[in-house]
């Protein structure tokens, strides 16, 4: 084996990830020595790979490597969420192309489908997290609905229910008309929007001539409305307590209450109340027992019957009856205005909740729905995070978790949809037969009253009556119950399994903040509550990627980075290591594509040192055997010393940055050895020893490249998985014919404090400033790259008995012809000079470069210069300009200033040499 030119990942990656996962490398090591453990943050069985996926699964990645390495035993377990909506939503999209609804085929038959798309299309993403190259245990794989887990949420569900920490109540919830679904309050976006403000006239039942004016949004609830109220202190209306009102075009008799909860500043100060589809309102109703009307379907239709069965009357009923609520609401206005009601309208912003899922603009609606009671929940799992037993990262993130958690409210984790686990509540028709009522789906409802039966297993009879009629109830689970059992429940609770004993709590968790409360809270309430024990110690709370503006990606705005395509171009390992390396904490990522040719770059680097040190390796192998032996060796010289101390301080540094988290820390600490120490310096100065030039025995030298190279490739695995490990097997040398085993089962770098050494450091500082310091006067002098030039060194004896030890390697990186020593005496004349620690560095240019010519050609480049200067400061002085143009072209300008102003100041910085020079030849 050996290495190709040019690394091709494409004919790497899926070769070492099939191996990986043939051989059992991602499962957990046996024994019973420490363990690092993991659930994966599922992602919906519908989902596809987005930037999110790729940062979320690549920092778990890089985890697991690390601790894999390290000596733990990680179990890292991957799987999907059943998302509920999201996945019925696609089921329904797919009826509808064939003419289909899902009441056209009924619940059995739409459920037998979603599992039919699943099987066919439903885990593209788990392929696609694959080709990331995430190292999880996929014989551990779950999904929220299969057989384990479904057990699972059944015995949460009747513990709580037994625990008195479900309840069933009558409640006005968020409803969105078209998923026909309860949201929870977070599943509702509020964005504000245009409307109206209606000011409507209700007359007084005893006398229609007087009247009272109610400014609203809505006015098509007034169907709905059950009282007025207005503030006990209003002055204005003294005068009314105990008055009847007569609704217009209902009219129904309503009475005018007194609540300090009304506005005096809203519109008029007079409320309409209509506990039926206001949060507020429903408030005000339970104060004082106000009827609440539910005047539409689940639809948003306005329901006839709803009226009817009050036994009201009238024949606004029928005109009113199915009329879609946007709808209603013009012909009411109309009516309104007709009948003399309406008394102004005006325009008015106001703020709008939407379905999160569709958009749809979510009814305030009753309905029977199933609540977790859950301040009991709440306060162990804020205790948690208060005494320490779960560390939030970063910190700043526990502020909003303490406030969210103080702040709860009860939990609504019933939905009104198909696909998901269905609520095992069931309910005897016999015994409940006057709570029952049929919904526009034809399925039971049972009321507020009604009397579940909450059972692990299907009931058979009715333990009240023996009746053996029963239904179960309906609804289904909200997507999160599910997850929020996800540490454990992949874990195969509610048997203790050895999993369970081995890897609960988990070690870490990483996710995107936006799940900080859908997820990340619950899962800790119910760890709390089932295991008696956290679900994770660290929540690793990571950042957004962006685009390069830091504008959010998204469709609409055309500026989404597919993760696949950039893999596929750039190289999974290249993508892998632009996202730690950008991965700071709490600062969203700005994606430029270009960051990523950069670091594509930086791969290419590694293969072309792993080329080299292949190529002068000799006949050894690999240093597997040896490793300490050589690099523990007293004798080496100074670039292997010092190669030696940078390495050791490298391990520590990355050691640190990976156990805090910092993965952009660990990213640019190695990103910093492994180009600008070993690739710049050590390997070229290893051209000397490898030549003999420097220390007598090149077998030393070939060893110590092999090795340094294998602990870079160590290091370097749970970032870049696939070159390093491509690299590690060919150093396993020609005669092995089959892999050596994997560099994932290897041992990560240990700390190696004997190996630093600051005078070496020192030194070798001291060493590379002299070779900078020559180059930079080259580079001034406009020295062509291949001469050779002379330099004199003057300054005192013990600095320059140092550089002369290490001149074969001035004259290498430096391209010195010949040097001089002087601690004392003359200086040349007409050099230019550069000051090093104690020591000047000459370099007597005179005779290499036609001064005068020199001179002209600087001095035509400096009016060049000045001239692009003044036309940018020009343009940037412009309020016109900067009034209109676009930030980046502003900006762009902006660096544009501050390049020639840099070109200019090394310009005359040569002038000023050339000057010297020629002062100090005459
Ligand atoms: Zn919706
Ligand atoms: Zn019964």
């Known amino acids: 084996m050996e290495l190709a030119k040019a690394y091709s990942h494409k004919d790497v990656e899926a070769k070492w990830y099939a191996y990986w996962e043939r051989s059992g490398a991602f499962k957990p090591a046996a024994g019973s020595g420490l363990y690092f453990s993991m659930v994966i943050p599922p992602p919906n069985v519908t989902g596809s790979l987005h930037m999110g996926h790729a940062l979320n699964n690549t920092l778990q990645d890089i985890l697991c490597r ?5 000596g733990k035993r990680v179990l890292w377990v991957p799987g999907t969420d059943h998302a509920g909506i999201a996945t019925q939503n696609v089921v329904e999209r797919r009826l509808a192309a064939q003419g289909l609804s899902r009441t056209q085929v009924g619940r059995e038959e739409f459920v037998k489908r979603v599992w039919q798309w699943k099987q066919e299309a439903g885990n593209a993403i788990l392929h696609q997290l694959r080709a990331l190259g995430i190292s999880c245990d996929w014989e551990h794989e779950r999904f929220t609905m299969d057989q384990g887990l479904s057990l699972a949420v059944r015995e949460a569900f009747v513990r709580l229910w037994e625990d008195r920490l479900l309840y069933r109540a009558q409640r006005l919830i968020n409803w ?3 998923c026909k679904t309860a949201l929870a309050d977070i599943e509702v976006i509020h964005e504000e929007s245009d409307g109206n403000l209606w000011f409507i006239r209700y007359p007084f039942a005893d006398d229609p001539s007087q009247s009272l004016i109610v400014a ?13 109220a207005v ?10 307590a105990g008055k009847k009102i007569r609704l217009p075009i209902t009219g129904r008799v309503v009475p005018l209450l007194n609540d300090s909860y009304v506005d005096q500043n809203f519109g008029t100060g007079v409320l309409k109340v209509t506990p039926g589809h206001d949060f507020n309102d429903f408030e005000i109703g339970e104060r004082f027992g106000l009827d609440r009307i539910s005047i539409f379907n689940a639809d948003a239709r306005i329901d006839g019957s709803a009226f009817s069965s009050r036994g009201e009357t009238g024949d606004w009923i029928d005109r009113y009856n199915l009329k879609d609520r946007f709808e209603a609401r013009k012909l009411l206005a109309a009516e309104l205005k007709e009948k003399g009601f309406l008394k102004k309208v005006e325009p008015y912003r106001l703020a709008i909740g939407r379905c999160y899922r569709c958009q749809t603009v979510v009814e305030p609606y009753l309905t029977p729905q199933w609540f977790v009671n ?7 799992a804020l205790r948690a995070v208060r005494e320490g037993g779960i560390r939030i990262i970063p910190e700043g993130w526990t502020n909003s978790y303490f406030a969210w958690m103080e702040n709860i409210k009860d939990w609504c984790v019933s939905r009104q949809i198909w696909w998901g686990h269905q609520i095992p509540a069931w309910y005897c028709v016999a015994c409940d037969a006057g709570n029952l009522i049929c919904n526009h789906e034809g399925e039971y409802i049972f009321t507020k009253d009604a009397h579940p039966i909450v059972a692990r297993q299907t009931p058979k009879s009715c333990p009240q009556c023996g009746g053996h009629e029963l239904v179960q109830d309906s609804d289904v ?6 997850s929020a059992l996800w540490p454990f429940s992949t874990l195969g609770w509610p048997d203790t399994t050895d999993d369970l004993k081995s890897f609960y709590p988990t070690s870490a968790l990483v996710t995107g903040f936006d799940i900080l409360f859908f997820w990340v809270a619950r899962m800790i309430m119910m760890g709390l509550k089932f295991m008696e024990d956290v679900p994770f110690r660290d929540v690793y709370i990571h950042a957004l990627v962006r685009d390069e503006q830091g504008q959010k990606m998204s469709k609409s705005k055309g500026n989404v980075i597919d993760p696949l395509d950039i893999m596929s171009q750039y190289g999974t390992d290249a993508f892998r290591f632009t996202l730690a390396a950008m991965a700071a904490m709490g600062r969203d990522i700005k994606l430029a594509e270009d960051r990523i040719a950069g670091y594509q770059n930086f791969v290419n680097k590694l293969w072309n040192a792993a080329r080299f040190v292949l190529i002068n390796r000799g006949e050894h192998a690999s ?19 010092w190669i030696r101390s940078r390495l050791a301080s490298t391990i520590a540094e990355a050691r640190k940055a990976i156990d805090a988290y910092r993965f952009n820390d660990y990213a640019n600490v190695l990103y910093q050895f492994i180009w600008h120490e070993f690739c710049d310096w050590y390997i070229e100065m290893s051209k000397l020893s490898l030549n ?12 110590l490249l092999v090795e340094i190279l294998e602990q870079i490739l160590l290091l370097l695995h749970p970032i870049m998985p696939f070159i390093t490990e491509e690299i590690w097997q060919v150093l396993a040398g020609p005669e092995s014919k089959k892999p050596r085993g994997s560099l994932m089962l290897e041992s990560y770098p240990g700390i190696q404090p004997g190996w630093i050494e600051a005078e070496t450091e020192k030194a070798m500082e001291f060493l590379m400033n002299a070779v900078r310091a020559t180059r930079n006067l080259r580079t001034e002098m406009n020295c062509p790259p291949g001469k050779e030039v002379k330099v004199v060194f003057h300054g005192p004896a013990q600095e320059l008995s140092f550089l002369r030890a290490q001149e074969p390697y001035l004259r290498l990186l430096a391209r010195i012809g010949s040097v001089e020593y002087l601690t004392s005496g003359e200086r040349p004349k007409g050099a230019a000079m550069a000051i090093v620690g104690g020591t000047e560095v000459l370099l007597p240019l005179g005779d290499m470069i036609n001064l005068k010519e020199e001179q002209t050609r600087l001095t035509k480049e400096v009016d060049k210069m000045e001239e692009e200067l003044s036309r940018v400061q020009k343009k940037l002085s412009n309020p016109d300009f900067l009034g209109k143009a676009k930030a980046e072209v502003i900006e762009k300008e902006r660096e544009k200033s501050a390049q020639y102003m840099e070109k200019l100041r090394t310009l005359n910085l040569s002038l000023e040499r050339l000057g010297e020079i020629e002062q100090g030849r005459n």
């Not at 609203?216 to 007025?228: H, I, K, Q, S």
């Not at 689970?477 to 599910?482: P, V």
């Open 231 to 240: 503030h006990p202190d209003d002055q204005r209306y003294r005068g009314f």
């Open 477 to 482: 689970l909200d997507t999160w119950f599910s």
């Open 216 to 228: 609203t949004t809505r006015p098509e609830t007034m169907l709905g409305d059950t009282a007025l």
């Open 66 to 70: 690390y601790q894999r390495m390290d």
């Open 692 to 703: 003999r030039t420097m220390g007598a025995d090149p077998k030393q030298s070939q060893r």
């Open 374 to 380: 859950i301040k009991p929940l709440a306060e162990p």
């Open 623 to 641: 240093s597997q055997e040896d490793h300490e032996r050589i690099l523990a060796r007293s004798d080496l010289n100074l670039a292997d010393r």
């Open 176 to 178: 969105c008309p078209r």
